[in-house]
């Protein structure tokens, strides 16, 4: 357990804002909150750093979201990805500037906790939150919550931001809904010099063969992070794409050094974002990209409001006021995020019938290809590309229409 004062005065004294999870969302939203000069802690059950499962893409809105000074710990700078579709048809498109980063999660997350406590937030690690409490004994008024720890232990706080995660126990607090969850499966391969380099500065995103599906190799050094994501409810197909995956690209004879799994949600349209003075942000809240399933910059943007947020409901003295700010919070998530997703689970939509478009069209069609580098390195985003563009906004509604039928014929779909 670290922090200084460990916590027996935590009882009595009451935080104005308690962050449940120290991954992105939760670093970023006791950042926030701690730089508007609150009372913060941060509660984590894992001793950090810690492993997580994760290709480590660091794309334009993620840069954007970080601390300010912050330098991101980068394993590699990519400029090239090679697409391919099921392990066919490969073609690599090249950008003079860097499209996106690489890191390694464990540096990541650290950095940016770091970041939260010197900004003031206090730390507290191998603390297992069991449940939240805004009624009861535990409770000393309506303007408190209690977050009830593992053992028993009581922390009172003015507001309190769920970051822990895609099994969130805040989630269930709020009720957060989820109408899509999918199965990633990665494996961190150590190889030789020859084939690190080989990979140095590339990408391979390959449209894999379950609906919906697609592999990716991101290379961080001396390692190689090969992972594949699919629809939860094909664990057996999953993993037998992840074996053909890696034998493919000749990586059968190295020795994974970490190999994992995880399952990514994502909310439903009327899910809540928050539940008297408790929000929730990041994979707790289901905010993700629905198509690429991306989580890293929804859960430093999310985390960001959230932290700002909580800091306004932390100062409301009634619960219609905690409502009003809390609702504030939900409307930005949505006028945001919210459109981002919506974009993208058209687009997925669209890829599971018909992946052999996608793969044509950003190995083929310049726009295409651009539209992919813009929004990776940050100049725009799926939704103002679909707002923006006629030709995106109609084809995308034409395909939207196009019968399931129709595209199974389509040898573009296979």
């Known amino acids: 357990m670290s922090g200084e004062n460990s916590s027996a005065d935590d009882v009595q004294r009451v935080w104005d804002v308690v962050v449940v999870g120290a991954g992105p969302a939760g670093a970023s939203a006791a950042y926030a909150a701690a730089v508007?000069?609150?009372?913060?802690?941060?509660?984590?059950?894992?001793?950090?750093?810690?492993?997580?499962?994760?290709?480590?893409?660091?794309?334009?809105?993620?840069?954007?979201?970080?601390?300010?000074?912050?330098?991101?710990?980068?394993?590699?700078?990519?400029?090239?990805?090679?697409?391919?579709?099921?392990?066919?048809?490969?073609?690599?498109?090249?950008?003079?500037?860097?499209?996106?980063?690489?890191?390694?999660?464990?540096?990541?997350?650290?950095?940016?906790?770091e970041h939260a406590q010197k900004a003031g937030a206090e730390l507290r690690t191998g603390v297992t939150v069991q449940r939240v409490e805004q009624h009861g004994s535990a409770v000393p008024d309506r303007r408190t919550v209690a977050v009830v720890l593992q053992g028993g232990e009581t922390v009172l706080a003015r507001a309190v931001v769920g970051a822990d995660g895609s099994a969130s126990r805040i989630g269930a607090h709020v009720g957060v809904k989820l109408d899509q969850v999918d199965l990633g499966l990665e494996a961190e391969i150590p190889v030789p010099e020859p084939v690190a380099d080989d990979w140095r500065g590339r990408v391979l995103i390959d449209w894999g063969p379950l609906p919906g599906s697609y592999g990716w190799v991101f290379p961080k050094g001396d390692t190689l992070t090969v992972g594949v994501i699919s629809a939860r409810g094909e664990g057996a197909a999953t993993k037998r794409y992840l074996e053909d995956f890696i034998a493919r690209l000749g990586l059968s004879g190295f020795e994974p050094a970490v190999s994992s799994g995880h399952l990514t949600r994502c909310r439903a349209d009327d899910s809540p974002l928050s539940r008297g003075r408790v929000l929730v942000c990041g994979d707790a809240a289901g905010l993700l990209e629905p198509w690429t399933r991306e989580g890293i910059s929804y859960a430093l943007r999310s985390g960001r409001l959230a932290g700002e947020w909580a800091v306004r409901v932390a100062e409301a003295h009634d619960a219609v006021d905690a409502r009003r700010q809390a609702l504030n919070y939900a409307f930005a998530v949505k006028a945001g995020l919210g459109v981002e997703m919506s974009v993208g689970k058209r687009l997925l939509a669209v890829f599971e019938k018909r992946p052999g478009l996608f793969h044509a069209a950003l190995t083929g069609f310049r726009p295409a290809w651009k539209a992919f580098r813009d929004i990776t390195r940050g100049s725009t985003s799926l939704a103002d590309i679909v707002r923006t563009h006629p030709v995106a906004h109609r084809a995308l509604s034409a395909l939207d229409r196009r019968p399931a039928a129709a595209s199974a014929q389509d040898p573009a779909g296979s």
């Open 36 to 113: 508007a000069g609150r009372r913060v802690l941060l509660l984590e059950k894992a001793e950090l750093p810690r492993y997580k499962t994760c290709g480590g893409g660091i794309i334009g809105p993620s840069r954007d979201a970080l601390p300010p000074g912050f330098e991101l710990p980068l394993r590699d700078r990519v400029h090239a990805v090679t697409f391919s579709h099921n392990g066919r048809f490969a073609r690599t498109r090249r950008s003079k500037q860097m499209l996106f980063g690489l890191i390694n999660r464990p540096e990541f997350d650290q950095q940016l906790v």
